[in-house]
């Protein structure tokens, strides 16, 4: 059964984002002659956000509300799945193979996917994902 699919969260278990929440935005089973290997793209949380108080200036709020992303193509062994969907259909339209071949593309799709992120986060949707994991 297949449960890799757009719009799963996942944790990401080796590297250098280990211990990071991401969602799938593309999975790619038979991998692809650069990867040849099951893959996916997936967009994740670099840097979370800090904690809000109510006694903290609008300024301050602001400050402590952003979230930088990273976007990676990762190996199926290297995600653990969770329960856990996000509906994430800005992010799938920006994110493609062809996203990593040029760094100027990277740093586009990059700062798209942090908007997607910090109107959920402002929103108050899936508090759960935008809080650091404590291990």
């Not at 990867?35 to 967009?43: K, S």
């Not at 493609?96 to 908007?115: G, I, L, M, W, Y």
């Amino acid at each position: 059964m297949k449960f890799l699919k757009p719009g799963r969260v996942g944790i990401v278990t080796k590297g250098r984002y280990a211990g990071k929440k991401v969602v799938i935005v593309k999975v790619l089973d038979e991998g692809t002659k650069a990867h040849p290997f099951g893959h996916a793209l997936v967009a994740g949380i670099e840097r979370y956000p800090s904690k809000v108080t109510k006694r903290m200036s609008k300024k301050r709020i602001t400050k402590r509300s952003k979230v930088k992303p990273f976007i990676k193509v990762t190996n199926y062994n290297h995600i653990m799945p969770t329960r856990y969907t996000l509906d994430m259909d800005t992010i799938k339209g920006t994110l493609s193979a062809d996203t990593f071949k040029e760094p100027t593309q990277r740093e586009e799709a990059k700062k798209t996917v942090k908007k997607a992120f910090e109107e959920r986060y402002q929103s108050g949707k899936n508090k759960w994902f935008f809080t650091p994991l404590r291990f």
